[in-house]
């Protein structure tokens, strides 16, 4: 059971135009948010993350909004930049005391063209 | 600042061969640390996390064991590998102070069985 998906494996930009990333999450007890990026035989890196208190979390180029009624939080880049290419990933977890489980999406694939 | 290393960075066994991956983080105390697989194609998937020394919780059912013998030290273990064991570990840790942190990731383990 895929709690949290990202829809589109992958993603074709160009360069200086928005990039806009989706994730939808089914587990209701989500309440924490995160998107990660990741180069090829990298770690990934955290870029931004969002708690449910909040819709919008700006910093820098990246923002993400929350739509908590939908279930739905999605990442914008602007503006997009060559080295914004990498794969992508949305990641959940409820903020109860004691609970440890970060749940990934499988990871969307941006490419920025020059 | 903190630091997460893994060893080693790429490794080639054949099956039915034991396995020993490691993980360790440097300037934080009591972190929460965690391994993950990333099969090709796939998400992150979340095999074990440790809370303390001593203290492994198990996310899925399979072949590989973890360890935590000191604090700041997280073992991923098998005795026998499968081919299905193929794939990108990640170690991964969080400041177990807060409830809305990151994770950080370590540079991965690429994993070939043949």
């Known amino acids: 059971d895929q709690q949290v998906k990202q829809n589109s494996p992958s993603l074709s930009v160009q360069e200086g135009r928005i990039s806009i990333l989706n994730c939808d999450y089914t587990n209701s007890m989500f309440d924490y948010f995160l998107w990660y990026k990741k180069y090829p035989a990298e770690g990934p890196t955290f870029l931004i993350s969002?708690?449910?208190?909040?819709d919008k979390n700006e910093d820098g180029r990246f923002t993400v909004f929350l739509n908590k009624s939908a279930k739905h939080l999605s990442l914008h880049i602007v503006p997009s930049q060559p080295g914004d290419s990498a794969v992508y990933f949305c990641?959940?977890?409820?903020?109860?005391?004691?609970?440890?489980?970060?749940?990934f999406g499988t990871g969307t694939r941006l490419t920025i063209i020059p | 600042s903190q630091t997460i290393h893994q060893w080693p960075a790429t490794l080639v066994q054949p099956v039915g061969s034991p396995l020993s991956l490691e993980c360790t983080v440097e300037g934080t105390s009591n972190p929460n640390l965690y391994w993950y697989r990333q099969a090709a194609g796939r998400g992150l998937q979340l095999l074990f996390y440790?809370?303390?020394?001593?203290?492994i919780s198990s996310e899925v059912p399979q072949n590989l064991s973890a360890s935590r013998p000191q604090d700041r030290q997280f073992i991923l273990s098998s005795k026998k590998l499968l081919l299905s064991d193929s794939g990108f570990y990640l170690c991964?840790?969080?400041?177990?102070?807060?409830?809305?942190?990151?994770?950080?990731f370590g540079p991965g383990t690429r994993l070939t069985v043949l």
């Open positions: 990641a959940a977890r409820p903020t109860n005391f004691g609970n440890e489980k970060l749940t």
């Open positions: 991964a840790w969080r400041d177990s102070g807060g409830v809305y942190n990151e994770q950080f």
């Open positions: 969002i708690s449910s208190i909040k």
């Open positions: 440790s809370v303390g020394i001593g203290q």
